[in-house]
């Protein structure tokens, strides 16, 4: 059911609207008896349209538009005002507010009105999932067999309420296959909600992913909702779920248990329907077997878990990767479409892309774009490590180590050093590295590893 808040300084008139709502549209309603109570109700309730007077004294209703842009908070926002000038009104709607009403207005064209602004935003929302979907799914492009098993996995999940665990180095893009996650299933009308745990300050991670109450620390001058509440009948993305640290780790494992949250602060208890995806690039294994990651957690985070391909993995996907990466950026910069030679975009496919995947491969088109003035981008506009072909050769190997010493020092060498640049392909990820070595388990690749005397 959808919830109005109504913001008037006048208590007959918001009372009024209140009841009003209730009766003819059957929506549930909250009322704030000025603009500065009306945004702090705003950042603890979930609401979906605001009615806003814009004659109060204190914070009047522009000043409250100006703070919701300034915050960027996007819940559609109807004015009204009583003075029958429609001059302020037209100052709001350029203040970000959908609409505008006269407080003579009947409530069932209020109703109305409240209907529309409900539609709209949702279908806003749709607009800018289609947008995600078709400008910047890089991940999801391509058609090698990495990049397909990964696109149906993320369908098969995409519909259920269990959390969702993604693996993957720094820059293959956890984030927008957390928001395929969110957009293809039944939630995406909702909030989608991405908190990067390792830009926390420890003492701040239990506030904004459970909120907290008035009063709760220093500087809690008002009640505020966190992330999980944000992200209510959404999805909450956990970003660097590997760096929460560990109390955060023993309230998060209660509310995936229990669905209910606690503000800090507070000891009521919160129902929540939120959906959780968490990713990292760290081996959560071994962070349990050294103390740094809950066992408990880690079960209940991993009950699916989607792993995001390197792209070194995938380097037959390199090409409609740049190409698409080159028509985005040409309109950014509102420049002519640009294509890359035959040269260059062998030179693309030839490097390994271990320091930063699809990300290091877009800011590469993207410096390209910009160095280059030409419709045809030329190899010799490459950056350096590009041109001196790091990477792997045309049949994917590396160059083999010079041989020296008895045919068993050189197999410890070949094999030390196969294991070391496998971790290295894989961020020192142990369950991925054994995988792609063809071992039986993460055990196998550590016992081999302690021969070796490898460590990160």
């Known amino acids: 059911m959808s919830v109005i808040l109504i913001i008037d300084d006048v208590a007959a008139m918001r009372d009024q609207y209140a009841y009003d709502l209730k009766r003819l549209g059957g929506f549930e309603t909250l009322t704030a008896g000025g603009g500065s109570e009306g945004v702090?109700?705003?950042?603890?309730?979930?609401?979906?349209?605001?009615?806003?007077d814009?004659?109060?004294?204190?914070?009047?209703g522009?000043?409250?538009?100006?703070?919701?842009?300034?915050?960027?908070?996007?819940?559609?926002?109807?004015?009204?005002?009583?003075?029958g000038s429609y001059d302020r009104c037209v100052r709001a709607v350029k203040l970000g507010a959908y609409s505008f009403i006269d407080k003579d207005e009947p409530l069932e064209r209020v109703v109305r009105e409240v209907e529309n602004a409900l539609a709209w935003a949702s279908l806003r929302s749709e607009v800018s999932r289609l947008r995600r979907q078709s400008g910047d799914d890089s991940p999801l492009i391509g058609s090698s067999r990495a990049a397909v098993a990964m696109k149906e996995q993320i369908d098969k999940l995409a519909g259920i309420p269990s959390p969702v665990l993604i693996l993957g180095e720094s820059g293959s893009g956890k984030e927008l296959v957390a928001r395929r996650l969110h957009d293809a299933g039944g939630r995406a009308l909702r909030e989608f909600i991405a908190v990067n745990c390792a830009a926390l300050p420890d003492t701040m991670v239990e506030s904004e992913l459970f909120g907290h109450e008035r009063g709760a620390f220093t500087g809690a001058d008002r009640t505020r909702k966190g992330a999980f509440e944000s992200a209510g009948g959404g999805t909450l993305f956990l970003d660097e779920i590997g760096e929460l640290p560990a109390p955060a780790q023993a309230k998060l494992l209660r509310v995936l248990e229990d669905n209910q949250i606690t503000r800090l602060g507070s000891n009521k208890s919160i129902k929540v329907d939120t959906r959780v995806v968490a990713a990292t690039n760290r081996d959560l294994e071994v962070e349990v077997a050294e103390g740094r990651f809950r066992q408990d957690l880690?079960?209940?985070?991993?009950?699916?878990?989607?792993q995001v391909p390197p792209l070194r993995e995938r380097l037959?996907?390199?090409?409609?990767?740049?190409?698409?990466?080159l028509d985005l950026t040409c309109e950014k910069f509102g420049v002519k479409k640009r294509t890359l030679s035959p040269e260059a975009l062998k030179a693309l496919q030839n490097y390994d892309w271990s320091r930063n995947n699809v990300r290091e491969l877009r800011n590469v088109i993207e410096r390209l774009v910009i160095a280059g003035e030409s419709e045809v981008i030329t190899a010799d506009l490459m950056p350096a490590e590009i041109k001196s072909g790091v990477g792997p050769t045309s049949d994917g190997a590396r160059p083999a180590p010079s041989a020296r010493g008895t045919l068993k020092e050189q197999k410890t060498t070949a094999e030390r050093q196969i294991i070391l640049a496998a971790l290295e392909r894989n961020n020192w990820h142990i369950t991925n590295t054994a995988a792609q070595l063809g071992l039986a388990d993460h055990s196998s690749?550590?016992?081999?590893?302690?021969?070796?005397?490898l460590k990160k």
Do not use: W
């Open 316 to 325: 037959s996907d390199v090409q409609v990767l740049a190409e698409h990466f």
């Open 62 to 83: 522009f000043e409250v538009l100006a703070t919701l842009k300034r915050k960027g908070n996007r819940v559609p926002i109807i004015v009204y005002t009583g003075t």
């Open 445 to 453: 690749l550590l016992k081999i590893m302690r021969r070796h005397d």
């Open 298 to 306: 880690l079960f209940r985070l991993n009950t699916h878990i989607v």
């Open 54 to 60: 814009l004659e109060m004294p204190g914070v009047d």
């Open 40 to 52: 702090a109700l705003l950042e603890s309730e979930d609401v979906d349209c605001v009615i806003l």
